[in-house]
């Protein structure tokens, strides 16, 4: 077999067999096919596709390359969770121990954040102590007594992965649908969870621009998964704005312990998302027969402060100092130099967000990296204090910054007014949830 056959008939549009494929992930894997021989190859997928089954292949291919992580250890339905990646998404830290409280197993390998987007385990950081590099017997162990571990992607998870997305980013072969999705669900697989829900994220702040697409990225998993043999639910979400009013590392963990602590309204997006995400992983694991049940656990856990409990309990199992986890205790790792309220100078109705740009102006106080290598200061980033369709005037800030290095200050106020629209149109709110997919719908 070689490769430049399976490149010609890709520029053909003609579908690669499974061994083909196998070939290809296997043989680039081992650096035995170059760089410039797979680039080509990604370029002829971004711009012709491939089939279903062509996707499933790669899917289960890329998944093998590595470790696959067993979790047979764990007694009940393991149910994990993955967001595409937006800004202020802090729902992994809610829905995780809301879920272990009403019953649920969740075993959860998470990543960091990635250009403006957070990551879980970045947050979970923030707590002095917290170790998120645990040994398999460590997480199994844990997952076992809190019924909730949330710890860093080992080492040699989806190696194929790591490869073919870096040079997917530098060859413009990233947002092509089927490798978005092989890839995602290829870690999620490798994972070991029996059901996942997946958060789609559509807007200005993710991957997916158009609802259309993430519509189409959403149902290629979840049939992924259903191929494979996993229950798989896709939701559709809304990243026209921040999904949280906090983007940065320990003012979102202080909004995750506001919502656990039943200080968050139940209209509140983040809320929202929370109980729907939260509702599908019960109803997959088998612990609640329908949404309405669903709902209700999951609310009674927050009233209860079950959830809260969970996320102590898993800080703590972490090595992490669990006394943080209290809506007045976390306000001392959200201790900065200085904080600035930007204004704007015409007052108006908030017409639109560039949610990315938000992101960024985050970023660039430290909340986030440039580079792989950079540190993050945990406490710094942006409490917003408005959402789209909000009036604003110049008496009321958009938001508040969170500063210890000022050298990046005046950056960041120009990317959030540059982000904000600002017009005098009353507008009508948009939806938080587009679709729900499920595996028999597709
Ligand atoms: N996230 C992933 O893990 N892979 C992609 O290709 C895109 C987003
Ligand atoms: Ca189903």
């Not at 621009?209 to 149902?219: N, Q």
């Not at 200061?377 to 009036?391: E, K, L, Y």
Request: negative net charge; charged residues 25%.
């Amino acid at each position: 077999m070689r490769i430049i056959d399976c490149i010609d008939k890709k520029v053909e549009k003609l579908p690669l067999t499974t061994e083909e494929i196998h070939f290809v992930v296997e043989n680039y894997t081992n650096g035995r096919i170059p760089d410039e021989q797979m680039a080509a190859l990604l370029m002829a997928v971004r711009l012709n596709g491939m089939d279903d089954r062509e996707t499933a292949d790669l899917t289960y291919a890329m998944m093998h390359s590595g470790d696959v992580v067993d979790l047979s250890g764990i007694d009940g339905v393991k149910v994990d969770k993955h967001s595409t990646g937006g800004v202020g998404d802090t729902t992994t830290l809610v829905i995780a121990p809301l879920v272990a409280a009403c019953g649920g197993v969740v075993a959860k390998m998470s990543g960091r954040g990635l250009s403006f987007t957070g990551g879980t385990i970045d947050k979970l950081e923030s707590f002095p102590g917290l170790n998120v590099e645990q040994s398999p017997d460590q997480f199994l162990r844990i997952v076992n007594e809190v019924g909730v571990a949330v710890i860093g992607q080992s080492g040699n998870l989806v190696p194929a992965d790591k490869l073919i997305y870096a040079l997917r980013d530098v060859t413009g072969t990233v947002r092509s649908i089927p490798l978005i999705a092989s890839s995602i669900m290829s870690k999620k697989l490798a994972a070991g969870s029996d059901a996942i829900v997946l958060d789609v994220k559509t807007g200005n702040g993710a991957f997916m621009r158009t609802t259309k697409e993430a519509i189409d990225l959403a149902r290629l998993m979840v049939a992924l998964g259903k191929h494979l043999d996993r229950s798989v639910t896709a939701v559709v979400t809304d990243m026209n704005q921040p999904l949280g009013m906090a983007i940065g590392n320990a003012l979102e963990v202080r909004e995750a312990i506001e919502l656990l602590s039943d200080r968050i309204a139940p209209e509140d997006p983040l809320f929202r998302l929370c109980l729907t995400l939260g509702a599908e992983m019960l109803m997959l694991s088998g612990l609640a027969q329908n949404k309405e049940e669903a709902t209700d656990r999951l609310q009674e856990a927050i009233i209860s402060g079950a959830g809260l409990a969970k996320f102590k309990a898993m800080v703590k199992a972490m090595g992490g100092d669990e006394r943080y986890c209290d809506p007045y205790q976390i306000n001392e790792l959200c201790k900065v130099e200085k904080k600035v309220q930007v204004y704007v100078s015409n007052a108006g109705i908030i017409q639109a967000m560039d949610t990315e740009e938000l992101g960024k102006a985050a970023q660039v106080l430290g909340a986030g990296r440039a580079r792989k290598e950079d540190p993050i200061d945990p406490a710094v980033g942006i409490m917003m204090h408005v959402r789209v369709g909000d009036s604003v005037s110049q008496d009321t800030p958009l938001c508040t910054l969170y500063i210890n290095d000022e050298t990046n200050e005046q950056d960041s106020i120009n990317r959030v007014l540059s982000a904000v629209q600002i017009g005098s149109t009353p507008l009508e709110k948009f939806p938080l949830i587009y679709e729900i997919i499920r595996g028999e719908d597709v």
